[in-house]
């Protein structure tokens, strides 16, 4: 499945207006916390996910992206699949990049 990952990549990487590097950066976070291999993250995972990337002000933080979540989740499963996943936090880091 190497190449359909990559396929995949590179489709996310042109969704969420990312290179690929980080795509492949944002997917290692995404199966460490995968940790049934379901290929989704619960939204109430999130938390553990910010830890471990070292995100500033993560109160805020963690209430912003769990609205972003509950946005992406368009079938109300409570995760997020890594496309949802990597526009979730593109779309937070653009916004807190706007904020400085």
Same mark, same amino acid.
């Given at each position: 499945a190497?190449?359909?990952?990559?396929?995949?990549?590179?489709?996310?990487?042109?969704?969420?207006g990312?290179?690929? =590097?980080?795509?492949e950066?944002?997917? *290692?976070?995404?199966?460490l916390? *995968?940790?049934?291999g379901s290929g989704?993250?619960e939204?109430h995972?999130?938390?553990?996910v910010?830890?471990?990337m070292?995100?500033?002000?993560q109160?805020?933080?963690?209430?912003?992206i769990?609205?972003?979540?509950?946005?992406?989740?368009? *079938?109300?499963?409570g995760?997020? *699949? =890594?496309?949802?996943?990597t526009?979730?936090?593109?779309?937070y880091y653009r916004?807190a990049?706007n904020?400085?």
């Open positions: 190497p190449f359909q990952i990559a396929m995949e990549n590179r489709w996310i990487s042109t969704r969420a990312i290179s690929a =590097f980080e795509v950066v944002l997917r *290692d976070y995404f199966e916390h *995968d940790e049934d989704e993250v939204n995972e999130l938390q553990a910010m830890e471990d070292s995100f500033h002000n109160k805020a933080a963690l209430a912003r769990k609205v972003l979540a509950e946005e992406l989740d368009v *079938d109300s499963s995760s997020l *699949d =890594f496309e949802e996943f526009i979730c936090l593109t779309t916004e990049m904020q400085e």
